[in-house]
């Protein structure tokens, strides 16, 4: 069976029209339904003041402008967020510069600190060796030498009662040095041996003469 012919003239007139199916199908929405669509409407009341005929032959020109203004102020806004960031990011260069600068100069106080401390445990090491041979020297200046007083008891003019009792370590110092002699201290020992005859037989012999 043939189409009706009313429903070809309405099928023409739709396919010819398609901005009135839009606005039909826009008519036959629930608005409050959908969201968006009143949010557009919203917007677009904020700007067409006056629902008149001229206003809408208008309308398209007015949304246009309406989002090249939208956009202008987006690329504002976003110009101004570049901005923002280039600085953020002038200044995390910097914070960083700061910082290098900072490790470098850390990294110079630990190895100047590192040296200090392995100077001063040389030091120390110096001074405990040093301390050890002025130990060693006081040693051996008690054990092998005369003190002062022994030295003036045996080159005094006359004989006073120190005088033997220092002539008796001179001897007693000369009998030591074998002990030089054995651990291979030839040169000192040779040299306190000498040093300690001319005190037994020089000075002490003399006195001893002198007594006799």
């Known amino acids: 069976m043939a189409p009706a012919q009313g429903d070809g003239d309405q099928n023409e007139k739709a ?29 677009v009341s904020s700007f067409v003041k006056e629902n008149t005929l001229l206003s809408r032959r208008n309308l398209r020109g007015a949304i246009e402008r309406r989002s090249l203004a939208v956009n202008s102020e987006f690329l504002a806004s976003f110009g101004r967020v570049r901005d923002s960031l280039a600085a953020v990011h002038a200044d995390v260069s910097g914070m960083a510069a700061d910082c290098g600068r900072l490790a470098a100069r850390l990294a110079a106080t ?32 008690a054990a092998f030498q005369l003190t002062p007083a022994e030295l003036a008891a045996l080159r005094a003019p006359e004989v006073t009662p120190a005088f033997f009792p220092a002539l ?44 006799a």
């Open 168 to 211: 008796e370590r001179a001897a007693r110092i000369h009998g030591d040095v074998q002990l030089l002699l054995q651990s291979g201290h030839q040169q000192t020992a040779l040299e306190v041996m000498e040093q300690m005859s001319i005190y037994q037989v020089g000075t002490g012999m003399g006195n001893t003469y002198y007594l």
């Open 15 to 43: 396919v010819a029209n398609p901005l009135s199916n839009k606005i039909q199908k826009i008519l036959g929405k629930q608005l409050e339904d959908d969201k968006e669509l009143l949010e557009a409407l919203k917007d």
């Open 110 to 141: 630990r190895r100047q600190a590192r040296s200090l401390l392995d100077e001063t445990a040389q030091l120390r090491a110096e001074a405990t060796r040093l301390g050890g041979q002025r130990r060693l020297l006081s040693a051996f200046t």
